[in-house]
Nanobody, 122 residues
Framework: QVQLVESGGGLVQAGESLNLSCVASGSSFSLNAMRWYRQAPANEREMVADISVGGITNYADSVKGRFTISRDKAKKTLYLQINSLKPEDTAVYYC????????????????WGRGTLVTVSS
C-alpha cells in the first residue's frame, strides 16, 4: 500500500514563502505524474501544479510565477515552493500521485495525501 504524507504548511503573513513536501512510502511501486491540489473553505478542490515523470510542469493561471513544483525521484518526494503568499492562497494543500504497482496485477492507483493547511494572514 502506498501512502503520501504532506508537510510544511503553517500560518504565515502575506508576502512570505513556504516550501511544502510530500513523501511517498510503501513497497513495490513506481511514481508517475504527481500533482498538488488545494481546497479553500467552501470551495472545490483545484489543481495548482503538476509534474510528469520526465519533469514537465504545468501550473494553474492563478499561481504562475509564484509556485514552483519539483520532485526528487530518489527520495520519492514532491515539493511545492510557494512565494509571495496571498490571503487567497489559504487552503488545505493535497498531494496526489499516479502510482504504478509493481506487484501483480500491475495496475495504476490514484493516491492522495491527507493534506497540509496553509493559512496566510493579511
Amino acid at each position: 500500500q502506498v501512502q503520501l504524507v504532506e508537510s510544511g504548511g503553517g500560518l504565515v503573513q502575506a508576502g512570505e514563502s513556504l516550501n511544502l513536501s510530500c513523501v511517498a512510502s510503501g513497497s513495490s511501486f513506481s511514481l508517475n505524474a504527481m500533482r498538488w491540489y488545494r481546497q479553500a473553505p467552501a470551495n472545490e478542490r483545484e489543481m495548482v501544479a503538476d509534474i510528469s515523470v520526465g519533469g514537465i510542469t504545468n501550473y494553474a493561471d492563478s499561481v504562475k510565477g509564484r509556485f514552483t513544483i519539483s520532485r526528487d525521484k530518489a527520495k520519492k518526494t514532491l515539493y511545492l515552493q510557494i512565494n509571495s503568499l496571498k490571503p487567497e492562497d489559504t487552503a488545505v494543500y493535497y498531494c496526489n500521485a499516479e502510482v504504478l504497482s509493481l506487484d501483480p496485477p500491475y495496475n495504476y492507483l490514484d493516491v492522495w495525501g491527507r493534506g497540509t493547511l496553509v493559512t496566510v494572514s493579511s
